[in-house]
C-alpha cells in the first residue's frame, strides 16, 4: 500500500500497472479541498497525451495498480 499525503500530492508523478487507454505515465495537475482540509477532487494528467481523468485519491495508495513515480 503506498502512504501518500494528500496535501503534498499535487505534481506527484504515477504509473500506472493497468494502463488506461494505452497510456501509463501520469502526473496530478489539480487538486481541490474543502474547508475541513480533505481532498474534494483530484485530476490526473496522461503525460503523452495531456488527457485529464477525475480520480479519487484513494485509488493511487492501492499498489496493485499505482507505482509512485515513473516507471
Request: net charge positive; hydrophobic share 35%.
Amino acid at each position: 500500500m503506498n502512504k501518500i499525503n494528500p496535501k503534498k500530492l499535487l505534481h506527484s508523478k504515477w504509473t500506472a500497472l493497468k494502463p488506461m487507454q494505452k497510456q501509463k505515465h501520469f502526473i496530478v495537475t489539480e487538486m481541490e479541498f474543502d474547508e475541513v482540509g480533505d481532498v474534494k477532487r483530484c485530476v490526473i494528467e496522461a503525460v503523452l497525451t495531456r488527457t485529464q481523468y477525475d480520480t479519487n485519491w484513494r485509488e493511487l495508495t492501492d499498489d496493485s495498480c499505482w507505482i509512485f513515480g515513473w516507471k
